[in-house]
């Protein structure tokens, strides 16, 4: 059964709430069970405190499963910096250390957050030509 | 809930707050719907923010708003801040419009996401907040009452902030639901979040038209038009009609002025409505209001009474109100012995075509002249993609009448490459036969495609008993015609269909005119020659029963009404979709799924501008040909095992390519990939 706060926490929501500050209760409602559309929730003082502090479960919930599975809205491919590839495959071929397909895969798969090899492959692949690059045994040379 | 102003003063804060809580929801509020391309800053007003649930941030723009666009920007540039919104698409697109060209990160919207949960409901704000959040019940009434610039500051303030409050309330409550359910949420993280940057950015680029050529075809349209108008007016029931109109309307305007003539009291005026009486009596003034062959009314008079056509009413043309229907099916079902009714569809279909197709888009092309149809997650219950504003996906391109058939072409013609570019259409190959074969792992039709053979053919000759080889030795006529026949089999029986519906769609969509005898014999053999088929209808309409849905391939919940109902109309129709959704859904998510990775992979020089069912449609730089190997393999082999738990086991996707240098009208076939 949920309890009704009587008296509305005076906390300022314009600002983020500290939720570590409220020593909870599992035995109560609060911040335990936010249902905005149940009754009791909806009479409630303490219904936006409430959900501010349930929000962060799921926030932790969400994390949890970003950590566990990849998702492609994670991805982050803008951040590969072709500029420098390009700039480092010439530098490495001057200086006969060519950069390996194997190299700036684990680059990319770093940067992008992505897990999965084949789309690594192919945003690579299909992004060599573009940058004058190729790739040749293995290597990553200047076109 | 508290509202604050954004201001220089507390700018600084609110930014840090925002990355401190990861989460924004955003809303914009404009001046009417904003038209891509087209409206600029002035159309939007205000737009608020909630970082935390019980405040919102708001700002009303006023010209000096350069920090604030400063600041958005930061926003939509930092990965580690989620945006939400209700429709993210539309403020994405009031972002650009204000200049943030940077969108990086999650954009999580509220309405796709109920729409996973629930695909029957209503997904507007509005809806939404009064079922999950009613301490802010019918708050948008406020705006259907009156006009967003008739409110006064601080009722737009707080309407506005509103808005994004409830959009953060909802957006936790949605991803509670949507985690409860693992496959949900991971087809929303996959596909349905990510596609909202595909297609917000495929909006953005529009599709380049022709103007000049469509002035052209407009013109010519008009007088096409004009042309069957007159054919109408000149077959001699109508001229006998008009005649029976016009003495009605003389009889109903006497009447009228007899009336008047009784109350009149003044001399003058009773000696004018005499005079006028007299005339109209003496046929020295007429009344004539044409015939208007677009209304429905007329027309049913025209056609069902004695003064027209009288054509036989039968049961099957009354619609649920009782009226008899002028609708097309019926119109064709009439005896049609002086040409009218086919001209009268001629007719009708040359004022869609102008009003929809030519009209329609150039009204609503940018300075460029590019059109910009909108994309919705939303519009269907299998998650396919929609579109509208216009209709993206429904170009016309084929029609019965021969006398127009030239007028349809040019449509698609007036969609044109840019200079400089291929317009490319890639297209998956019998996408819905193969997750037929994939879904009901039928013999012969896994067969077909893993031995990259054709379909109607195989359908052909075995619903004749014969071999391939046997088959291909018919004369060519005759190979044509069965070949034909079987294809209207395939598309047709796929989805559960009846012996009458069948003989019913055959007419209808290809013109084959089947007995009773004929269509049973061919749905006997069909099911005989692929007969896992039957039994996938048996388990998903089972599932349907049990479950309440049936799933696609990726997870997603498609919910079917009425499928335990008495009423066998309504029952047979939950059944076909329950037996369709899982085909149609997965087909559409294969595209879908396509275009989220392709906007990954491919160089931003390669523009996706439009998606059609199963086919992609792109603009490729001259140079950039030789990247269609990197789009066909991606869209061959998406990795949906890795991303949705399931993959295609039994069967591998084809896709087909077009291209053409002038127009989306002149495409050829791309050969040797």
């Known amino acids: ?143 | 809930m508290k509202i604050k102003i954004i201001s220089r003063d507390n700018i600084y804060s609110l930014l840090q707050y925002c990355k401190e809580s990861g989460y924004v929801s955003i809303d914009y509020e404009t001046d009417d719907l904003i038209k891509i391309g087209i409206d600029g800053k002035e159309k939007i007003i205000s737009f608020s923010l909630s970082f935390q649930i019980g405040s919102s941030y708001v700002y009303v723009f006023n010209g000096d708003d350069n920090y604030i666009i400063d600041f958005l920007k930061e926003i939509y540039g930092n990965y580690n801040i989620v945006k939400i919104g209700h429709n993210i698409k539309y403020d994405n697109h009031c972002a650009h419009i204000l200049g943030i060209r940077k969108f990086r990160g999650q954009f999580h919207d509220t309405l796709t996401m109920h729409h996973l949960i629930n695909c029957k409901g209503n997904h507007d704000l509005g809806s939404l907040v009064n079922i999950y959040i009613p301490r802010f019940k019918d708050y948008k009434k406020l705006v259907d009452r009156t006009n967003i610039l008739e409110l006064d500051k601080d009722e737009l303030i707080a309407y506005n902030a509103i808005d994004s409050e409830v959009t953060l309330e909802l957006y936790f409550i949605f991803t509670e639901l949507l985690m409860e359910d693992k496959r949900l949420y991971t087809l929303f993280r996959n596909l349905v979040s990510p596609l909202n940057i595909v297609l917000f950015k495929m909006e953005l680029y529009g599709m380049l038209i022709d103007k000049e050529f469509l002035d052209y075809y407009i013109t010519k349209t008009e007088e096409l038009i004009k042309s069957y108008e007159n054919k109408l007016r000149e077959n001699k029931t109508v001229k006998a009609f008009q005649l029976h109109v016009n003495k009605a309307l003389l009889q109903e305007e006497i009447s009228k002025l007899s009336i008047k003539l009784l109350s009149a009291k003044n001399e003058k005026t009773k000696n004018e409505l005499s005079q006028r009486i007299t005339d109209l009596k003496s046929n020295k003034i007429t009344i004539e209001k044409p015939i208007n062959f677009n209304s429905p009314k007329q027309m049913s008079l025209l056609l069902y009474t004695s003064a027209g056509f009288n054509f036989p009413v039968e049961d099957e043309y009354k619609t649920d109100s009782g009226e008899v229907s002028t609708g097309k099916q019926v119109l064709e079902l009439l005896p049609d012995k002086s040409g009218f009714i086919k001209n009268l569809l001629i007719y009708r279909q040359l004022n869609k075509i102008y009003s929809t197709y030519l009209i329609g888009i150039r009204d609503k092309l940018d300075k460029r002249n590019y059109i910009h149809g909108k994309f919705n997650q939303h519009g269907t219950i299998t998650g396919r993609l929609s579109s509208n504003d216009p209709n993206m996906q429904n170009i016309i391109t084929r029609t019965k009448y021969s006398e127009i058939e030239d007028l349809i072409k040019i449509v698609k013609r007036s969609f044109i490459a840019p200079e400089n570019y291929f317009l490319v259409q890639a297209d998956y190959s019998q996408a819905e036969l193969r997750l037929m074969a994939e879904f009901s792992q039928d013999k012969n039709m896994l067969s077909v495609f893993q031995n990259d053979g054709d379909l109607h053919e195989m359908t052909a000759a075995k619903m004749r008993n014969m071999t391939i080889e046997e088959f291909r030795k018919l004369p060519e006529d005759e190979y044509k015609r069965y070949r034909y026949e079987a294809k209207s089999a395939n598309f047709g029986l796929l989805y559960k269909m009846s012996i009458n519906g069948y003989k019913e769609y055959a007419k209808a969509n290809y013109g084959i005119d089947l007995t009773l005898d004929q269509a049973t014999k061919m749905v006997t053999n069909f099911f005989k020659t692929y007969s896992a088929i039957p039994k996938y209808h048996e388990l998903y309409i089972a599932k349907a029963r049990k479950f309440g849905y049936v799933r696609t391939l990726s997870g997603r919940k498609v919910f079917i009404e009425n499928i335990m109902d008495n009423d066998n109309i309504k029952r047979g129709y939950a059944e076909r979709t329950a037996v369709n959704a899982p085909i149609q859904g997965t087909a559409g998510e294969l595209t879908m799924f396509a275009l989220v990775l392709l906007n990954i992979i491919l160089p931003k020089e390669i523009l996706m501008v439009n998606t059609v069912h199963d086919s992609i449609i792109f603009y490729i730089p001259e140079d950039y040909m030789d990247y269609i190997k990197y789009i066909k393999n991606v869209m061959e082999n998406l990795p949906l095992e890795h991303y949705f738990g399931k993959g295609l086991k039994y069967i591998k996707m084809k896709v087909d390519f077009e291209f053409s240098k002038k127009s989306w009208g002149e495409l050829e076939k791309l050969e040797n990939l």
Not at chain 1, 40 to 47: G, H, K, V, W
Not at chain 1, 121 to 128: K, V
């Open chain 1, 1 to 143: 059964m949920r309890t009704k706060k009587e008296e509305k926490t005076k906390i300022d929501l314009s600002i983020p709430v500290n939720i570590d500050s409220y020593n909870l209760s599992e035995e109560d409602c609060f911040g335990n069970l936010w249902l905005p559309s149940d009754n009791d929730c909806s009479l409630c003082a303490d219904n936006e405190l409430c959900g501010v502090i349930y929000s962060n479960k799921i926030k932790k919930k969400k994390a949890e499963f970003e950590f566990d599975n990849k998702t492609i809205d994670n991805t982050r491919f803008n951040e590969v910096n072709w500029d420098l590839i390009k700039k480092q495959a010439i530098n490495y071929k001057k200086e006969n250390n060519p950069m390996t397909f194997t190299e700036l895969f684990m680059y990319v798969k770093d940067v992008s957050k992505c897990d999965n090899d084949v789309v690594i492959e192919t945003y690579i692949e299909a992004n060599l030509l573009n940058h004058n690059l190729c790739k040749k045994d293995g290597l990553i040379l200047p076109l």
